[in-house]
């Protein structure tokens, strides 16, 4: 979901107390080299053992940059917007220049790596390509061709690939100056380019044959460009391809497996033989041309592998704009809209979708999946490079979308939109999205009875890591969520963008955050790990946070809100924490900005930086104490004194920021 609403509103608060600086330490260099001991594999940058049981169950290991050895220069730590370090893994990276180079042990038999890594962009915008030499064991194997095409947005939303573009609205607040350019005088000096983000990309690469434990992949910097900053590595031992025999191949039916020529009409003429003759739908290894969306309905479409199969197209621009607002179009798999029946029985398995989309055109549909499919499973993608991974408008049902890997989104991972129900999403891995990592958005029609279960999502640029908005009967479960960068939280709960509201019961359960909690510019404050927002009615539903784990908060773990124009108009109730740890904060534990009623039991928290309960209430301060009340179910451990029992007041509209260590075992 888009964060035009914030993007329009007020500061939250009218309260003359100064800024609150963004917050932990400014990027770090270190310039000396960086000998690793042996391989360190992470989860989210953490020690496996924080997150055991949580996060997406994957095939690879996860190896950051910084861990490794290199004679190149660590950046970070920095959780500030548009940094290099803030939208790392980990919130650190290694800068190399050219002919330095960062190694990795390989901890694992390994036959395939993905490179996470940014490079600059051109002077003017579009991007540059670079070499990069990888070697294995001193030798070298290939030469990847990095590029930051399809990075580097700039300005206010949606953004522009323009570094020297002027303000896309002047007419809107902005906190570099605190006011509206357009209506201020002397006119504001805006430095350019304004608001850089979306710096990092990733790339896959085959390394043709296994390499043991304790090989060695350098990565070497080239010429190419100015400097090639390193995230981590993903190093994996993917399968033989897989052979369908008994299926409708598309090469049978004119498919390019080269990729020169367009085989979108043989994908097509695939598909309608293969219902027919009541066949799947086989394509062999090879890179595909499809430049538009292949609609799909009681069909299985299967690849030999997401690393052999790639399906790649070019964004098209229409002609004229299509009734529904494209302007572009590109490849995807789509179901049909749920006004003309929808789809049903669609099986998607083994290939990868390769987009071409490089600015964000909210009518656009350039997402990787799309449409409304029922009764359908999507399994084992590698989608890259599209606006929205995975973008369902329902209503819809009972669909599962399981294993999938989505990296470098222009907007969401994945939306389920409008009235989709019975749906499960789990084990996918959602990395670098440029709006909501997940999403459930029940506008006009509710989402009802979904799970988001045992899901990684990583560095969502913008938004929040799992964002549900509205609806009825929903689980979020065993999540790992790392590294928002702007304006979102690991977990919102919103009453916002038109949502129906929340109804019956929303468990959140099981799940880890860490480094969560951005610093939201408009309101000047930072949020929490899960953020609760009441913009446009009541969150008044049974909401039961049970288990979660909320470590290295930037700020606070939990954060209340109702914007300032309702804080009178709307409350958030009926909330209850059950069992949850509170590992570091840099403020509280617990931030009320609205009225309403929370309860809690078994909560235990550590290395809190501030007064634990930053209770604000609606900012009336009344003689009875806060309009937010908090209930002591007992068991509560380093936080909740009794002299903060029910509503003390204790409000600090921004409290300094006192950077947590690092998380460590319970």
């Not at 191949?249 to 390019?256: H, K, N, P, R």
């Not at 891995?429 to 999502?457: C, I, P, Y």
């Not at 930037?554 to 958030?572: C, F, Q």
Request: proline content about 7%; charged content about 20%.
């Amino acid at each position: 979901m888009a964060v035009l609403a914030a993007a329009l509103g007020l500061p939250l608060a009218s309260l003359a107390v100064p800024a609150q600086a963004a917050t932990r330490a400014t990027a770090q260099a270190v310039a000396h080299p960086v000998a690793a001991h042996g391989p360190v594999v992470t989860r989210a940058a953490l020690d496996p053992a924080l997150v055991a049981g949580r996060g997406a169950r994957v095939g690879f290991a996860e190896q950051e940059a910084e861990n490794a050895s290199t004679d190149g220069t660590v950046i970070g730590p920095d959780r500030t917007a548009y940094t290099l370090p803030a939208e790392a893994s980990g919130r650190r990276a290694v800068r190399l220049t050219p002919g330095r180079h960062v190694e990795f042990t390989l901890p694992a038999a390994a036959n395939a790596v993905t490179v996470r890594y940014s490079i600059p962009d051109a002077p003017t915008g579009g991007g540059i390509t670079a070499p990069l030499d990888v070697a294995v064991n001193g030798r070298h194997r290939a030469t990847m061709t990095l590029t930051s095409q399809y990075s580097w947005l700039y300005n206010q939303y949606p953004f522009t690939n323009d570094p020297g573009a002027d303000l896309l609205h002047p007419d809107w607040w902005i906190t570099e100056c605190s006011c509206v350019p357009s209506a201020t005088t002397p006119a504001p000096a805006i430095a350019k380019p304004f608001r850089p983000s979306h710096f990092y990309d990733e790339q896959r690469l085959l390394l043709g044959r296994t390499y043991r434990a304790g090989d060695r992949i350098r990565l070497t910097a080239s010429a190419g460009a100015a400097w090639t900053v390193i995230d981590l590595l993903d190093s994996e031992l993917v399968a033989p391809p897989r052979i369908e025999p008994v299926a409708a191949s598309v090469l049978a039916f004119g498919a390019d497996p080269s990729g020169r020529r367009e085989s979108s009409a043989a994908f097509d003429r695939a598909v309608a033989f293969a219902r027919r003759a009541h066949l799947k739908v086989y394509v062999p290894p090879g890179t595909y041309q499809v430049n538009r969306h292949i609609v799909v309905d009681d069909v299985t479409i299967t690849g030999a592998g997401s690393w052999y199969t790639i399906i790649k197209g070019r964004e098209v621009a229409l002609a004229a704009p299509a009734p529904d607002g494209s302007v572009h179009t590109g490849v995807g798999f789509y179901g049909r809209d749920a006004a003309d029946g929808g789809s049903r029985n669609v099986h998607l398995s083994g290939f990868a979708i390769e987009g071409d989309v490089r600015e964000r055109v909210d009518t656009d549909q350039v997402n990787g999946v799309g449409g409304a499919m029922s009764d359908s499973t999507i399994e084992g993608l590698y989608i890259h490079h599209t606006k929205v991974g995975l973008w369902f408008d329902g209503p819809m049902s009972g669909t599962r979308v399981t294993g999938n890997v989505i990296a470098d989104q222009i907007a969401d991972g994945l939306n389920l939109h409008t009235g989709v129900t019975g749906t499960v999403v789990s084990d996918n891995v959602v990395r670098n999205s440029g709006d909501d990592g997940l999403a459930m958005w029940s506008e006009r029609t509710a989402d009802a009875r979904n799970t988001f279960d045992h899901n990684t999502v990583q560095t969502p640029v913008l938004a929040n890591g799992i964002a549900i908005y509205g609806g009825t009967d929903n689980t979020v479960s065993a999540n790992l969520i790392a590294d928002p960068v702007r304006e979102g939280s690991a977990l919102q709960v919103g009453s916002r963008f038109g949502a129906e509201p929340f109804a019956g019961r929303l468990d959140i359960t099981g799940n880890t955050t860490v480094r969560a909690g951005t610093y939201e510019l408009n309101w000047k404050i930072g949020l929490g790990a899960i953020w609760f927002y009441a913009l446009e009615r009541n969150i008044d539903a049974d909401i039961r946070v049970t288990g979660d784990h909320y470590l290295d908060n930037t700020y606070n773990a939990v954060m209340l809100v109702a914007d300032w124009p309702v804080k009178d108009l709307y409350s958030i109730t009926n909330l209850r924490f059950k069992d949850v740890r509170v590992d570091g904060t840099g403020t509280s534990v617990l931030s009320a900005r609205a009225a309403g009623s929370a309860a809690f039991e078994n909560v235990d928290a550590r290395n809190v930086g501030a007064v634990p309960v930053n209770n604000c209430g609606t900012f009336h301060f009344t003689p009875s104490g806060s309009e937010f009340a908090l209930t002591d179910g007992g068991g509560n451990d380093g936080w909740l004194a009794p002299w903060l029992l029910p509503n003390t007041l204790t409000c600090d509209d921004r409290p300094p920021v006192i950077p947590p260590p690092a998380p460590a075992p319970w």
